[in-house]
């Protein structure tokens, strides 16, 4: 039998990859990774960008998403890296984009992709957790509480079912500002999200506010060994 092959010329080259920064803001928090995929789909289009496609009997545009924050979550600081079939402008595509792109999705940044993966660049994230009705001493002693302790694990329902790890070990670092838990949270697998945290307070330090926090991904990037974050779209040699 002879062996089915696409028909048409092949896939233009990939020229050029970009990398892109963007925020989930106000009620588009609640957009999932699945709505944001299709959201950008309909905004290349329409913005022009020439964007490369894969080979095959169903090609799909050369789109790369890297560690997404969950539903609900808002974030300043979510990458994705575009591959291309002819040179742009970066803050030309950054424009077009976030004008075709609804509000609340917005494209912050846009930088010629470097070496390495994008994947490799996002080693921890930083949070912003605000609570209502909590008390700032409250707040505190419960992260003490839970920062003095070597190990906290909880455990998290998973596709393949529940899976107990530890939360303590992916934090590193932790400051209490009035009723706001900012923290740095390594990329661990697997991944230690702001509700396992929240976990891990109620079971090391009783704490169970009656409204969940409004959560907010901050940063994303490199950890150096002060537990800062360095920038993920930044050349590195």
């Known amino acids: 039998m002879a062996k089915r092959v696409p028909e048409g010329p092949p896939p233009a080259p990939v020229v050029q990859r970009l990398r892109l920064q963007y925020a989930k803001r106000g009620r588009l928090r609640f957009t999932s990774s699945r709505d944001f995929q299709r959201a950008l789909e309909r905004a290349i289009r329409r913005a022009q960008i020439p964007i490369a496609f894969s080979a095959g009997f169903h090609p799909h545009p050369r789109i790369s998403y890297a560690n997404a924050a969950a539903t609900g979550t808002a974030s300043e600081a979510e990458f994705f890296e575009l591959a291309l079939q002819r040179e742009c402008d970066?803050?030309?595509?950054?424009?077009?984009?976030?004008?075709?792109?609804?509000?609340?999705?917005?494209i912050v940044r846009v930088v010629v992709?470097?070496?390495?993966?994008?994947?490799?660049?996002?080693?921890a994230s930083s949070w912003k957790l605000e609570f209502e009705g909590v008390a700032s001493g409250e707040l505190a002693r419960a992260v003490l509480r839970l920062m003095q302790?070597?190990?906290?694990e909880v455990t998290r329902m998973m596709k393949s079912?529940?899976?107990?790890?530890?939360?303590?070990?992916?934090?590193?670092?932790?400051?209490?500002?009035?009723?706001?838990?900012?923290?740095?949270?390594?990329?661990?697998?697997p991944?230690?999200?702001?509700?396992?945290?929240?976990?891990?307070?109620?079971?090391a330090a009783a704490f169970e506010p009656q409204r969940s926090p409004l959560v907010t991904r901050l940063e994303q990037g490199v950890l150096d060994q002060d537990a800062q974050?360095?920038?993920?779209?930044?050349?590195?040699?």
């Open 90 to 106: 970066p803050e030309q595509v950054r424009v077009a984009l976030d004008e075709a792109l609804p509000e609340g999705l917005d």
């Open 113 to 123: 992709a470097g070496a390495g993966s994008l994947a490799d660049g996002l080693q």
């Open 149 to 152: 302790q070597e190990r906290v």
């Open 161 to 189: 079912g529940p899976r107990t790890f530890d939360v303590r070990s992916a934090i590193r670092h932790a400051d209490v500002q009035g009723a706001q838990l900012l923290m740095t949270l390594e990329h661990t697998t």
């Open 191 to 203: 991944a230690v999200r702001p509700d396992d945290v929240l976990t891990a307070l109620r079971q």
């Open 229 to 237: 974050l360095l920038d993920p779209l930044a050349a590195r040699d």
